[in-house]
């Protein structure tokens, strides 16, 4: 096992920093997720630890030895890509011993290890076949298997399974992680979808314009999201984040008990969805959309003009344009400053 830290790593491209500073460290053994919108860096952040991007600044270390400036083969790293990248033309034993064979790794050993990446895998019967021949998460364990029988310490992985439909998305996460905890491997596992950094991370860093939002594990960044972006990235639906003058007569009072002192024009109040009950006692808002989902519905709400996710359990004869009061804990509350967005403790 093999930790991977980050110091001060910075990419740019004719100017503009495509990463920006980026420090944090993976620890040996956990599974760790690169999390952001499309453009925040994750990937080239990857790029830059497995050495196909060089950095403009910074350090990196893998196993407490700097590889900064080394090529990817001397890295000790493995990694899977969105495409998979399989040859077509090869088999899959083919393909999951092709950087063996490069590597000149006798013919015993290589053997060897596809025989154990196989039956970890649950692919001895499907060693023959090519990749056309395969379906979508059959490819995906061909690629996880070739970063297996490498046998590195460190294993990067870029969107693995944005190419897999919803239900074989989830089985798979399953598979990547049971299979992470099992060798004990170091993960570092690009994803644009929150759910599967909260069900699958140790840690999650997540980005946002080349820099860190907040790094953190899953269940710190849903419970005290450390600033108005992070609140609204992670969680589904995500969090409730109002000016607090949205209140109206009510923002006087909750501000002044909650944040004595503080100037409710440059707040922002945080409410998750969960956590904002039905009660006649609580602010009047108007029910825009009715979204029921089985267990529990989603009334989308406007509180004033600003809208408002209300989750109920169940099923309830609501419809839009019905008016409902909503109340909440003062402990369910989270406060932002407006200008800088970042949390108030």
């Known amino acids: 096992m093999a930790a991977v830290e980050l110091e ?19 620890p040996a053994g956990r599974l760790v997720a690169l999390l952001g919108p499309s453009g ?10 497995a050495g196909l991007e060089t950095a403009s600044a910074g350090r990196i270390a893998i196993d407490n030895r700097e590889v900064t400036d080394l090529p990817p083969a001397k890295r000790g790293v493995s990694m899977v890509f969105q495409s998979y990248a399989l040859f077509p033309h090869l088999s899959v034993a083919e393909n999951i011993v092709f950087g063996l064979k490069v590597r000149d790794v006798p013919r015993a050993e290589r053997e060897a ?3 154990r990446t196989a039956g970890i895998l649950g692919l001895e019967a499907l060693l023959e076949r090519k990749p056309s021949q395969l379906s979508g998460g059959q490819q995906q364990r061909v690629a996880l298997g070739r970063a297996i029988v490498a046998e590195t310490p460190v294993c990067l992985m870029d969107e693995p399974l944005s190419n897999l439909d919803a239900q ?3 089985e798979m996460r399953r598979e990547i992680r049971s299979l992470q905890r099992r060798l004990g491997m170091t993960m570092l596992y690009v994803t644009h979808d929150q759910v599967e950094a909260m069900t ?12 860190i939002e907040q790094d953190a594990p899953p269940a710190e960044l849903y419970e005290r999201p ?20 949205a209140l109206g007569a009510e923002a006087a009072w909750a501000v002044a ?42 009334l989308e709400t406007r509180l004033g003009e600003e809208a408002f996710i209300v989750r109920v359990p169940g099923r309830t004869g609501l419809n839009p344009g019905d008016t409902v009061r909503l109340a909440w804990d003062a402990a369910a509350a989270h406060w932002f400053d407006l200008s800088s967005e970042r949390r108030i403790d």
């Open 40 to 49: 925040c860096g994750k990937s080239t952040t990857l790029r830059l630890i």
């Open 257 to 298: 008990s909650a944040q004595p002192g503080r100037d409710p024009a440059k707040l922002a109040l945080g409410i998750r969805s969960e956590a904002v009950r039905l009660d006649p006692g609580g602010l009047p808002a108007r029910v825009a959309a009715v979204e029921y989902l089985g267990a529990d519905t989603l």
């Open 8 to 26: 001060g790593v910075a990419k740019s491209w004719g100017g503009a920093a495509a990463v920006d500073g980026v420090s944090f460290c993976a």
């Open 113 to 115: 290890r596809l025989r």
């Open 168 to 170: 074989l998305r989830v």
């Open 200 to 211: 699958m991370a140790d840690q999650v860093v997540l980005m946002k314009n080349g820099r």
């Open 226 to 245: 450390a600033s108005i972006f992070v609140a609204r990235f992670v969680g589904t639906p995500p969090m409730n984040v109002v000016p607090a003058a």
